[in-house]
């Protein structure tokens, strides 16, 4: 799909791209856009400059863990994560770079500081310019998304702006040794409103399709690939489904070769409603969830994935 066909078409382009990526999202659960105004240049710059800290000694990168934070800003060491089902920690290490607010806003209490990585000093700086790419992409899908749901264009836009993304650098080592039980990132859905991902350095991605099939994904190099996290799903009371993904090992001749990949998981402030929007309760589809905010649900699956005590 091609996202400039929504921002810079016709009344009928719009309106095609809008029918399109809801119907995707309710019968496959995910997309690739393409057009989608995140310069290139800037996803390779940031790709090396995630290779570049990842290179570091374990000692260097343990630097950067910072207790506390539940992982939610700097690094997070190899085998910490697991998914929401599963007991066996996934086999990746991760480094995330939050939303920054500007000195005397309301949030600025709610959002630690990001973590400059002193060895690597453009990381921060890609990252940041990154985020805030994403940001404007991912605000531009959402519009299209409150279209699709009947809302006002802009229904998204006060949750959304300072709200708690995450940009996520994750590397997947070389495995070096038989794993017990685990694999690179056990299948699980995302807890945001929505996930978007720029190619990764290796394949592995596979996503659970409506006819319960494990589909590989690898975005071309032009395309994001966008999926519902549970957030929407709980908004629309399952209308729009959360997409159950996973990231599978290399077959044994590719074991030494590692994975980076980096999503973008956009979330809204933590004083968003997830209270299920009346228009998705009806008769055939009662309704599936009890209310609760933005921040609640964070803070629960947060605990549910090991990285909050």
């Known amino acids: 799909m091609d996202l400039s066909a929504y921002v810079h078409g016709t009344s009928a382009d719009r309106q095609a791209f809008v029918a399109a990526l809801g119907s995707a999202f309710r019968e496959v659960g995910f997309v690739a856009v393409v057009n989608h105004g995140i310069p290139k240049s ?51 290490e991760f480094f995330q770079i939050g939303q920054e607010v500007p000195e005397g806003h309301p949030l600025r209490a709610e959002y630690p500081p990001n973590v400059e990585v002193a060895e690597v000093p453009e990381f921060h700086r890609l990252g940041r310019e990154l985020y805030q790419a994403f940001e404007s992409a991912g605000a531009k899908l959402l519009e299209a998304i409150a279209i699709y749901l009947n809302l006002p264009a802009n229904y998204f836009e006060p949750y959304i702006t300072y709200g708690n993304s995450i940009l996520r650098a994750i590397h997947y080592p070389p495995i070096t040794q038989e794993p017990a039980s685990a694999i690179r990132a056990e299948q699980h859905e995302d807890i945001n409103l929505i996930t978007l991902l720029v190619g990764a350095s290796a394949g592995g991605l596979q996503l659970l399709n409506s ?36 990231v599978v090992n290399p077959p044994r001749e590719e074991w030494h070769l590692p994975r980076l990949s980096i999503p973008f998981f956009l979330h809204p402030i933590s004083a968003m409603r997830l209270d299920c929007l009346p228009s998705c309760v009806t008769p055939d589809n009662p309704l599936h969830y009890a209310p609760i905010t933005a921040g609640e649900y964070l803070d629960e699956r947060l605990r549910e994935i090991g990285l909050k005590k």
Not at 69 to 76: F, M, V, W
Not at 212 to 232: A, K, Q, R, S, T
């Open 211 to 246: 006819q319960n099939e494990w589909v590989p994904i690898m975005p071309e190099d032009d395309e994001i690939v966008i999926n519902v996290g549970d957030m929407l799903q709980r908004l629309t009371n399952n209308c729009l489904k959360s997409t159950t993904h996973r």
């Open 42 to 92: 800037l996803v390779d710059g940031f790709y090396a400059a995630s290779k570049a800290f990842f290179a570091l000694p374990e000692e260097v990168k343990r630097k950067y863990e910072i207790p506390g934070l539940a992982g939610q800003r700097g690094y997070t060491s190899f085998g910490k994560e697991h998914a929401k089902r599963s007991k066996a920690p996934d086999l990746k």
